[in-house]
């Protein structure tokens, strides 16, 4: 039987919704089989414990993957921001971002 979803899930990927701290969702897209992206919403509160809170999120997904994952503007991949490097076990602040 033909997938009639197939198409659409080419274009639009699949989008999970996961809740990293009470106040503050990450949106989850899987466009390739071998790249997950990730985003928090500007509308949800920020400071330092929402901060904390993805970061948590973004050593948890590294550590289960063993792979490095990298926190980026939306829509922006060439300009990331930190990310967590699996050699360190850390989350380390990309060199070259100038924090604009």
Do not use: W
């Amino acid at each position: 039987m033909r997938n009639p979803f197939r198409k659409a899930h080419s274009r639009v990927g699949i989008l999970l919704r996961i809740r990293v701290a009470p106040e503050l969702s990450a949106h989850v897209r899987f466009f390739r089989t071998d790249e997950i992206e990730v985003d928090v919403s500007p509308e949800e509160p920020r400071g330092q414990s929402a901060l904390d809170a993805v970061c948590r999120f973004l050593r948890a997904v590294g550590r289960r993957l063993g792979k490095p994952v990298v926190l980026t503007l939306e829509n922006a991949r060439d300009r990331p921001l930190i990310g967590y490097d699996v050699a360190t076990d850390r989350l380390v602040r990309i060199a070259g971002h100038s924090g604009q």
